[in-house]
Structure formats: C-alpha cells, structure tokens
C-alpha cells in the first residue's frame, strides 16, 4: 500500500470517527444533556478545529442554556471557514433576536433568504423583526407573503394580528384574531381569546369583550390578561362593582402590583367606599411612589371636603406634569370650592403665563 493510499484511509476512519461523534452529540443535545454534548463536539475540534458540525452544536449547546454571546462566538467562527451555513446563520439570527438586536437578526436572516427565499420559518421570524423595530410596511408585507406560500399559516396570522394591534389599527387586527379562532376548530389558544378581548376593551365595544375574557376565564380562572380585562371592560361600562371582583381577584395572587391597586381604590371610590379606597391607595405608595395613587388620594380629600390638603397634593402632581389638564381641572375646581376665586384665578393667569398653555386650556378660565 502506497502513502497516499495509507493517508486516504487514515482521512477516511477519522472522518467516520467525525461523523460517528457528531451524531452522538446531536442526540445528547435534543436529550437534554448539554455537557456531555459539548464534550463530544470538543472531541471533534480537536481534530478538525474548522468543522462545522461541532462548531454549529456548540453554538446550540449555548443558546440552549440561553448564554447568547457564547454561541454567537461559535457560530461567527463556524461562518469564518464556512460562509453561508444556513445551521449557523439560524442560530446566529436567534441569538441577536434574543438580545433584542433585531436589525442584526434581519441582516442575518437576509442573508439566510438569498438562498432559501420562500423558507416559511424564517420570513415569519424577519415580519417578527420588522414588527418589533416598528416597520409596519415591511412586516405586514413579509406576513402576507408567507400567506401567499401558505394560505393559513398561524405564525404570519398571528403576526399580522400582533401587528395591526401594536398600530392601534383595532379592527384589522381584530379580523386576524378572528381568522385564528376560524381555523382553531374549538381549540383556540387563550391567547387568541384575550387578543379578541382586548381588541373590543379597545374599541369600547365592552360587551363583546366581557364574552371574550369569559371564554378564556374557563380555559384559565387565574389568567392575568382575562382578569385584566374583564375589570377593564366592566370599568369601561361604569359597573364598578363588578370590576372590583376581578381587581381583587388579581390581587389575590399579586398583591403588590400598584397598577391593580390604584384600579381597585379608583373603584371604591366611584362607589362611595372611601375607607377602603384610601387603604388601597396607600398600600399602592407603600410599594412606591405612584401618580394615580397620589391623584386617588387627593380626589378623596376634595370629596371629604380637605380642599387644602387635595390643593397641596394637586399642586405637586402639577409640577411634575405641568401640562395635565385633569390636574388643573381639579386644582381650580377645589380653589373654588373654597370660596376663594381670585387664588383660582390667579393660578390659572400665573399658568397661562408660564408658556405651558395647551389646548383646552380655555375651558378652565
């Protein structure tokens, strides 16, 4: 045997040994087992330092365990000595995508289509991309082309959805949800319900909202969103009552969240239950500094009649945001209430002034 039939045959057992190794490793890393994986595809760069398989399946091993600069290391190296590995330039485009680097994730994936143009997967990730950097045109364009490819692909419907919402363009993206729940047979995600929702909360169609939130409270009767707007919805048709039972539901489970408890103490308020919305708003501030809880309480002094202490705590607000006609509205309307017109009139003459004239303004005078 000749030397370079003994080099042929020592290439071709190390690239069986390669191969044999490589497809052990794939496996550890779809098992779960990501040390032993790496270890494998370690084994082969110490053979072939440029080879693509473990340099891509360490790259995987890493962005499993969710450390996205590592990978992007090895996929960078893996696209140095083999430029165009669409293994690598998935997970390269992944990695900026979970970083919210998104215009990087769009040139990689570009980069991915001048080879693959019409691949489903990764047009619906580059709409995500342009949706989430705010291009509706080139998003809804991409979704659409997806649709053409394939008529009822979830991903790109979802999208669109996601899309026209995130624009306030409610109705649109009310009938992509629609279409999602058309196609879903009675098995809809409840995210898919809470989106229907939502669309309504926004287009003050209430009712049709209450329908949706229950739907899904009896798919989840914790669900957060459903709770969320269920309250909202019944707050939007001035049934307090009803939305303190889902604020306080919220509460339940997730007692320090200020935004709920501001809710809830506005609710008691609108009802008469003033004990109780001072303590809600005062659990909110125990938590932090919140505007609405500092409004809530100011709204209750001025109905208790403490107009100086709902003045100071009007006037503050105002410093911080000088040009909330609500705030303005308030603080007047207390002066007044006290019998001293000229301190109203002169706060509004000192205001206007000020240079923070807006709009609307005029109705205060």
Excluded at 47 to 71: F, H, P, S, T
Excluded at 77 to 92: D, E, I, M, V, W
Excluded at 201 to 219: H, I
Excluded at 286 to 315: H, M, N, P, Q
Aim: aromatic share 12%; net charge negative; charged share 25%.
């Amino acid at each position: 045997m000749s030397d370079s039939d003994i080099e042929i045959e020592v290439e071709n057992q190390e690239s069986n040994e390669i191969a044999e190794i490589s497809k052990k490793g794939y496996q550890l890393l779809k098992d779960n087992q990501i040390n032993d994986a790496i270890d494998c595809f370690t084994k082969i760069l110490l053979l072939d330092e440029k080879n693509n398989y473990a340099l891509v399946g360490i790259g995987d091993a890493a962005r499993k365990r969710g450390n996205n600069r590592e990978a992007i290391h090895y996929y960078q190296r893996c696209l140095t000595h083999h430029p165009g590995n669409n293994y690598a330039l998935f997970g390269l485009a992944d990695c900026y995508k979970a970083l919210n680097q998104f215009h990087k994730a769009i040139s990689i994936w570009e980069q991915y289509l001048s080879h693959d143009n019409n691949n489903i997967t990764v047009l619906t990730r580059v709409a995500d991309a342009y949706r989430k950097v705010f291009n509706f045109n080139l998003s809804k364009e991409i979704y659409l082309k997806v649709l053409e490819l394939e008529e009822n692909n979830p991903y790109a419907i979802i999208g669109l959805g996601h899309l026209y919402y995130d624009f306030k363009k409610y109705r649109e993206a009310l009938y992509y949800w629609e279409k999602m729940l058309q196609n879903a047979d009675g098995n809809v995600d409840i995210r898919v319900l809470t989106s229907i929702g939502n669309c309504h909360r926004k287009l003050r169609s209430f009712d049709m909202g209450v329908t949706y939130f229950e739907m899904a409270l009896q798919r989840e009767s914790n669900n957060f969103y459903a709770l969320f707007g269920l309250a909202d919805c019944h707050r939007g048709m001035n049934r307090q009552d009803h939305s303190l039972i889902y604020w306080n539901q919220i509460l339940d489970f997730d007692a320090r969240n200020k935004v709920i408890l501001t809710r809830a103490g506005d609710a008691y308020r609108s009802i008469g239950n003033l004990n109780r919305a001072q303590e809600y708003y005062e659990r909110a501030l125990d938590i932090e500094y919140d505007t609405y809880a500092v409004l809530g309480l100011a709204l209750l002094a001025k109905t208790r009649e403490k107009y100086d202490e709902a003045i100071d705590s009007l006037r503050q607000l105002i410093q911080h945001d000088p040009q909330n006609l609500r705030l303005l509205s308030e603080l007047t309307d207390c002066y007044q209430k006290t019998g001293d017109k000229q301190k109203a009139a002169d706060f509004l003459e000192e205001y206007q002034k000020s240079g923070l004239f807006k709009p609307g303004f005029n109705r205060l005078i």
